[in-house]
């Protein structure tokens, strides 16, 4: 299984961007997908969640602001991410939870600045 995400950009504060990650490969007991996302010098942080059956899980830094979803094949999760603060500049790794472990993708930089 392979994650390709995408969709990660420099953008001014206040601004939107939109990062997907899609999935590829021979997947069974598709799980929970999501993002992480890594600042320099912290650890990664869990930014949202969504489960197999559509269930949704923030940060409580991304909350109203952030929004998880997935396709119908559960196989590719978006972020769509408003209100954009200096504070979310970080790489944003995709994961999925399937064939009983996790896979991580390659990591998208999301850059906040004026």
């Known amino acids: 299984v392979q994650l390709q995400a995408s969709g990660g950009g420099l953008v001014q504060p206040g601004g939107s961007l939109s990062l997907s990650c899609a999935a590829s490969g021979s997947m069974f007991s598709i799980g929970n997908m999501g993002w992480y996302r890594q600042a320099p010098g912290k650890q990664r942080e869990l930014v949202a969640t969504?489960?197999?059956?559509?269930?949704?899980k923030y940060a409580d830094s991304v909350k109203g602001r952030f929004t998880i979803s997935r396709d119908n094949a559960k196989t590719t999760v978006y972020l769509q991410m408003n209100s954009l603060e200096p504070e979310d500049t970080a790489v944003y790794y995709c994961y999925l939870y399937a064939n009983v472990r996790l896979y991580w993708g390659q990591g998208t930089q999301v850059t906040v600045s004026s």
């Open positions: 969504i489960g197999s059956g559509g269930g949704t």
